[in-house]
């Protein structure tokens, strides 16, 4: 490989929340963390250089998104996706998370209901309760250790519940699916025949694993174009979040304009110098990079699931077929949902997400981020399995001990 993805940076100390914010999110800064979506990587020197030389201009004035900048994004579009997008299409916002936010307050109501897919990215529910509307679960259908679509109870909560949008993730985040063709056509009928607004979130896009293919919503059919809100950003391919910058795609023009209004109503100026540079930087230079990342994740994927499979006796992995973020269900280890916390948090010493986060029922489940070097994964994996055997053995003490 041309790039080291073995190597360590240490991110302590650096106002890091993903190794730093211990202390101030769970009260101790002794947890090895795989929690939020954030990968251990460094960008490329290749991207880093062009980064570099707006930082040594040394003037941080206000940032415009030139010509080179959308003939990037254009590009990774076309020809990533085969997506040919306009430039007036595009529209900069500092994240997925506000443009949801700002998506749902252009194109809905205080009181008017909005569906999204639990166990799902928690935000998701936050934004459309913070926003005072109605928070509808058609919750994703969970067997023989893969989840599927009910969409049957997709349909009618639509039609009973008067939705007026969904918001779809794809790739699927926290279960790792990547939507088939034939799954998204008939979620997307179905919004068109009782005029539902998709606001399709397709951050983890560029994160497919052999196999699977990642379909832009818009791409599906011709007739969806016109009526969906898709959401992009380079922050998860490339580990920029921390500069705050997406690309939001709205084809349809007097959708545009309303989103548009409401950003105006927002104050949002637009994306700052080097945000705009970065994601520029990536998606010209960053190829490259990322198809060796990919294949880094895919062997750190393997090392995961033969070491579930190997050592972690009560623990399943939930196959991902696309994303970092890795799901697993960890129900056959017997114990309450509170307690699985415990064995986490206070005998692995790590932290990863609670399932709880992503939905009703997911108290069993625990989210683990694998983007970062196999021996910080290795050593999160020989924590966790120290911990099932020491609180198994536990168990079986108790069990062997006569009774009074």
Same mark, same amino acid.
């Given at each position: 490989m041309a790039y080291d993805f073995d190597a360590a940076h240490d991110r302590r100390g650096t106002d890091c929340e993903k190794w730093d914010a211990? *202390? +101030?999110f769970k009260g101790r800064d002794d947890l090895l963390p795989l929690w939020v979506a954030d990968m251990d990587f460094a960008l490329p020197d290749e991207v880093l250089a062009d980064v570099r030389a707006v930082v040594d201009r040394g003037i941080f004035g206000y940032g415009f998104a030139g010509d080179a900048y959308y003939e990037a994004v254009q590009g990774w579009f076309a020809q990533r996706f085969g997506w040919d997008t306009e430039r007036s299409w595009? #529209?900069? =916002?500092?994240? #997925? #998370?506000? +443009?949801i936010g700002v998506a749902l307050q252009a194109f809905t109501e205080p009181g008017d209901a909005v569906l999204v897919q639990q166990p799902v990215y928690y935000p998701f529910?936050?934004?459309v309760e913070a926003n005072g509307r109605e928070l509808v679960n058609s919750p994703l259908v969970y067997e023989h250790g893969r989840y599927r679509i009910d969409f049957d109870d997709f349909e009618r909560q639509v039609r009973e519940r008067n939705v007026k949008a969904f918001i779809l993730c794809s790739p699927h985040n926290p279960v790792g699916r990547v939507w088939t063709p034939d799954e998204l056509d008939r979620l997307g009928r179905i919004c068109l025949e009782h005029d539902v607004l998709v606001i399709a979130d397709e951050i983890h896009a @560029?994160? =497919?694993? *052999?196999?699977?293919?990642?379909?832009m919503f818009p791409l599906v059919n011709p007739a969806f174009e016109q009526r969906c809100v898709v959401c992009t950003a380079p922050s998860k391919t490339f580990n920029i979040a921390g500069l705050q910058v997406a690309n939001i795609v709205i084809p349809n023009e007097e959708l545009r304009a309303r989103y548009q209004a409401v950003l105006g109503k927002l104050g949002y100026l637009g994306a700052n110098v080097v945000a705009l540079e970065a994601c520029r930087a990536a998606y010209a230079h960053g190829g490259p990079w990322l198809a060796e990342l990919k294949a880094y994740l895919a062997e750190n994927l393997g090392y995961l699931r033969a070491f579930v499979d190997e050592r972690l006796d009560g623990i399943e992995l939930v196959e991902p077929e696309g994303t970092y %973020? #890795?799901?697993? @269900?960890? +129900?056959? %280890?017997? %114990? +309450?949902d509170e307690e699985l916390e415990d064995l986490i948090v206070n005998e692995a010493h790590l932290w990863l997400d609670a399932g709880s986060m992503f939905g009703p029922g997911c108290g069993q489940f625990e989210r683990v981020n694998i983007a970062c070097p196999r021996a910080t994964l290795a050593q999160a994996l020989e924590r966790l399995e120290a911990a099932v055997c020491a609180r198994q053995a536990r168990a079986a003490a108790a069990d062997a001990e006569p009774q009074s």
């Open positions: 211990g *202390p +101030a595009i #529209v900069q =916002t500092p994240g #997925v #998370v506000f +443009a529910a936050q934004l @560029d994160f =497919t694993y *052999p196999g699977h293919e990642h379909r %973020l #890795v799901w697993l @269900d960890c +129900a056959g %280890l017997g %114990l +309450a």
